[in-house]
Antibody
């Protein structure tokens, strides 16, 4: 069973760069045809997809964040990472990493999220 | 960007009652829609994929229907553990993948 765990600073100052890492266990990040996503959720609000990466390094980002986001992957460590630059208070949220793809009965459906990390709260404040 | 609008924002029902939640897309997403359940302090859980297919381990009281722009999640008889927030999500046209704003299902 795939498990994901986010890690990184819980407090980031305005204008700085938010950096988070997602460690995948229970399977290789390189196995299967999956993208690996970052999703965030401000307190009391809905879910916002930030972007995802394939293990080849191919990425797609939410256009609303594209100018500030970088997602990278380190297959040797079974990890992928998020960097969000020039943060403001509006970037305060719980950040989730998730596997992009649902598989059942030998079929896989991409861009649905079956496996999620527990989430990590990042607060932007001076 | 495809906007998903969920209604109602809050639904107040009693255990044993039937719940009907709606998700409307700003343009057709064919059947490429999922539903998630989220409880406080937890990550979302995938319930339904491709509009009407239950994910592994999801009880039969959960069902999804619809195609194009109008979708429904139905919980046939509410159990106490079903009271949560529900989100729809489309994968038809991306980036970005988008979610609805959520429906809170609360105990009446």
């Amino acid at each position: 069973q795939v498990q994901l765990q986010e890690s990184g600073p819980g407090l980031v100052k305005p204008s700085q760069t938010l950096s988070l890492t997602c460690t995948v266990s229970g399977g290789s990040i390189s196995s299967g045809s999956y993208y690996w996503s970052w999703i965030r959720q401000p307190a009391g609000k809905g879910l916002e997809w930030i972007g995802h990466i394939y293990t080849s390094g191919s990425t797609n980002y939410n256009p609303s964040l594209k100018s500030r986001v970088t997602i990278s992957v380190d297959t040797s460590k079974n990890q992928f990472s998020l960097k969000l630059s020039s943060v403001t208070a509006a970037d305060t949220a719980v950040y989730y990493c998730a596997r992009d793809g649902y598989c059942s009965g030998g079929s896989c459906y991409s861009q649905y999220f079956q496996h999620w990390g527990q989430g990590t709260l990042v607060t932007v404040s001076s | 960007e495809i906007v998903l609008t969920q209604s109602p924002a809050t639904l107040s029902l009693s255990p044993g009652e039937r719940a009907t939640l709606s998700c409307r897309a700003s343009q057709s997403v064919s059947s490429y829609l999922a539903w998630y359940q989220q409880k406080p302090g937890q990550a979302p859980r995938l319930l339904i994929y491709d509009a009407s297919n239950r994910a592994t381990g999801i009880p039969a009281r959960f069902s999804g229907s619809g195609s194009g722009t109008d979708f429904t999640l139905t919980i046939s008889s509410l159990e106490p553990e079903d009271f949560a927030v529900y989100y729809c999500q489309q994968r038809s046209n991306w980036p970005p993948l988008t979610f609805g704003q959520g429906t809170r299902l609360e105990i009446k």
